[in-house]
């Protein structure tokens, strides 16, 4: 089965940077979207087709994807992005949804 | 706007069934794919099975396989999990969510709208 691999958790200072990798065998070949879901709360769709976002994403949210590695990035960080983030993709092989296994996003 | 709304969560015994529902509103429910995912407690999302817009393809997961039927009612806007022989690893918070399209079988697929999801407790 496909595997996603994502860091378990993700520091970051306000203001600053943040980028959450997805890794997988040519993952670069598969649409990878990224959802966030803040504590307690239910996911949100934050980036589809690797680098688009959907209405009323802030444009802070963007990403990538090439190779063996997706990645969400994340400008200017503020409190409010702390959630854990999932990257997703439609394995072809099986049909089966995958997800990764999830980053913690901590604003420091 | 889209709201998805779970129920039929709850506390069951290993090997005992239920049956969960997900009622739809805001928009075509009979338009679009539908899937169920489940996050057991502190850990990571698992999707557990997909249904086209028409009920003519489904999937699901390599944990529920066999155990679990997803079906819809297009008439009712409701999205249903059956499941049975549950186990205590079934344990989770279950969400419903729509595809962005109809089939939620494709490259494409991905998950636009969730529900705030229903709890279900597997425990002798």
């Known amino acids: 089965s496909y595997v996603l691999t994502q860091p378990t958790s993700v520091s970051v200072a306000p203001g600053q940077t943040a980028r959450i990798t997805c890794g997988a065998n040519q993952i670069g070949s598969n649409s990878v979207h990224w959802y966030q879901q803040k504590t307690g709360q239910a996911p949100v769709l934050v980036i589809f087709?690797?680098?688009d976002r959907p209405s009323g994403i802030p444009e802070r949210f963007s990403g990538s994807n090439s190779g063996n590695t997706a990645t969400l990035t994340i400008s200017r960080v503020e409190a409010g992005d702390e959630a854990d983030y999932y990257c997703q993709v439609w394995d072809s092989s099986t049909d089966h949804v995958v997800f990764g296994g999830g980053t913690k996003l901590t604003v420091l | 706007q889209v709201q998805l709304v779970e129920s039929g969560g709850g506390v069951v015994q290993p090997g005992r069934s239920l049956r969960l529902s997900c009622v739809a509103s805001g928009f075509t429910f009979g338009g679009y794919g539908m899937h169920w995912v489940r996050q057991a407690p502190g850990k990571g999302l698992e999707w557990v099975a997909v249904?086209?817009?028409?009920?003519?393809?489904?999937k699901y997961g390599d944990s529920v396989k066999g155990r679990f039927t997803i079906s819809r009612d297009n008439s009712q806007n409701t999205l249903y999990l059956q499941m049975s022989s549950l186990k205590v690893e079934d344990t989770a918070l279950y969400y419903c969510?729509?595809?962005?399209?109809?089939?939620?079988?494709?490259?494409?697929?991905?998950?636009?709208?969730w529900g705030q999801g229903t709890l279900v407790a597997v425990s002798s």
């Open positions: 249904m086209s817009f028409d009920g003519s393809y489904k």
């Open positions: 969510a729509k595809d962005a399209h109809s089939t939620g079988s494709s490259s494409s697929s991905r998950l636009t709208n």
């Open positions: 087709y690797d680098s």
